[in-house]
């Protein structure tokens, strides 16, 4: 075979429409959770972006380093190697592809099956190795408040739009005790994509749960869903509150702004390649 054939790189060989389907087709799982794996992908997504920090240019998705100790047995990521374990054999089903484009792309597909808006995606990624993981602490503390979460989401380089945006995400799932302590899901759909996370918000009271868990919060009337400390403050928060109030009431424009907000959190600190296309995968029916 021809030089040239040897010498294309490894991320052109994969053909990303196919992992795509094949992803969604993971999604489903009537015994697991609430019935999907597309919440957990998310997640897994953001934090394998998340520990980006703008300074230094050190973390995000492009090594994929959360799949390496210490990185994967920080706090925050507990219970994401659910996560990867199910996306494991798309790995070697797909050699070429890196562990950094499949976890954020299993975030997209996450997105966008549940019903959510299109994400832009690019391919292109390299994973490293364990020395490049990021330092603890990188990523939001549920228990903290509004001052916490904007140096968090500052460091990555998103304004407070952006990060009202992208906490719209917890329409999606559910907080798992043995995880992060924290219990329960924050609406009635935890496994369709909605604007649910400020509609909640703004209309329930919100009540400290009665428990000898950490603290966190319950809806009055049922006590069936919850809030963390954290998102708490964007209700309380006047800034955060407008944007709030804003995508409780267009969803249109909470699917945009959280479809470029998530794809920009998906590329932070990547260096593509010059001639990575863009995708804009149809959801599949
Ligand atoms: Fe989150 N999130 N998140 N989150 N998150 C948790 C679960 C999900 C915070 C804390 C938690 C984002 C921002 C924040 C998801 C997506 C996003 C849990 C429960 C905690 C705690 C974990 C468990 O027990 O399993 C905090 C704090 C912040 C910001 O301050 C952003 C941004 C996104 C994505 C764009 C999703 C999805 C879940 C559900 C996971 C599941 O397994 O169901």
Redesign the pocket.
């Known amino acids: 075979y021809s030089k040239q054939q040897d010498e294309t790189p490894a991320w052109k060989k994969v053909n990303y429409q196919n992992v795509y389907k094949d992803i969604a087709d993971l999604l489903e799982d009537e015994n697991y959770?609430d019935g999907s794996y597309g919440?957990?992908f998310?997640?897994l997504a953001?934090h394998a972006s998340?520990t980006y920090d703008k300074k230094t240019r050190t973390g995000g998705s492009a090594g994929a380093t959360i799949r390496h100790a210490p990185e994967s047995e920080h706090g925050a990521n507990?219970?994401l190697n659910v996560a990867r374990r199910r996306l494991e054999p798309l790995k070697q089903k797909y050699r070429n592809i890196s562990y950094g484009d499949l976890y954020t792309l299993a975030g997209v597909v996450g997105v966008q099956e549940l019903g959510g808006p299109t994400v832009q995606w690019r391919p292109g990624r390299s994973d490293k190795q364990a020395d490049a993981c990021t330092p603890d602490g990188r990523l939001?503390?549920?228990a903290q408040g509004a001052d916490h979460?904007r140096d968090?989401f500052y460091r990555m380089g998103f304004d407070d739009r952006e990060i009202a945006a992208?906490?719209g995400?917890?329409a999606?799932?559910?907080?798992?005790?043995y995880?992060?302590?924290?219990d329960g899901p924050w609406n009635a759909s935890?496994t369709v994509f909605t604007n649910f996370f400020y509609t909640e918000l703004l209309e329930n009271t919100w009540v400290p749960k009665k428990w000898d868990g950490p603290k966190q919060f319950v809806d009055k009337p049922t006590g069936a869903f919850m809030m963390?400390p954290?998102?708490m403050a964007f209700k309380t928060d006047p800034r955060f509150r407008t944007y709030i109030e804003l995508y409780a009431r267009d969803q249109d424009t909470f699917f945009n702004d959280f479809s470029a907000a998530?794809a920009k959190?998906l590329e932070l600190g990547v260096k593509f390649p010059e001639d990575a296309p863009t995708y804009r995968f149809k959801p599949l029916d």
Do not use: E, K, Q
């Open positions: 959770d919440p957990v998310v997640r953001w998340g507990a219970g939001p503390d549920a979460v968090i992208l906490v995400a917890h999606l799932g559910r907080c798992h005790t995880r992060s302590g924290f935890p963390l954290a998102d998530f959190l």
